[in-house]
Nanobody, 115 residues
Framework: QVQLVESGGGLVQAGGSLRLSCAASQSLFSINVMGWYRQAPGKQRELVTTITSGGSTNYADSVKGRFTISRDNAKNTVFLQMNSLKPEDTAVYYC?????????WGQGTQVTVSS
């Protein structure tokens, strides 16, 4: 059973930065998509960003220009660099890795941005 372990969440001031990491417990089928989702209190989960095995990325309009996703395939890890954070970014962030063979989710890490 593959586990995705997230780290890097915390409390930051508006305008600050935070870097999230998500590492898989074991090697994964190489052709996959890694991404980050978030869920704010009382709201539905939303896509934040994804990155394919080939390096193609996409971002939700709300985070474009502020967040950057990257991956290290050798370490089975995906990162999310969050800059210029806003209070509306406050949410539980979940990492995800999916392929034809699987769809795994992390346990979530809390990100709180104070005004």
């Amino acid at each position: 059973q593959v586990q995705l372990v997230e780290s890097g969440g915390g409390l930051v001031q508006a305008g600050g930065s935070l870097r999230l990491s998500c590492a898989a417990s074991q090697s994964l089928f190489s052709i996959n998509v890694m991404g980050w989702y978030r869920q704010a209190p009382g709201k539905q989960r939303e896509l934040v960003t994804t990155i394919t095995s080939g390096g193609s990325t996409n971002y939700a309009d709300s985070v474009k220009g502020r967040f950057t996703i990257s991956r290290d395939n050798a370490k089975n890890t995906v990162f999310l660099q969050m800059n210029s954070l806003k209070p509306e970014d406050t949410a539980v962030y979940y990492c995800n890795v999916r392929s034809i063979k699987y769809d795994y989710w992390g346990q979530g890490t809390q990100v709180t941005v104070s005004s």
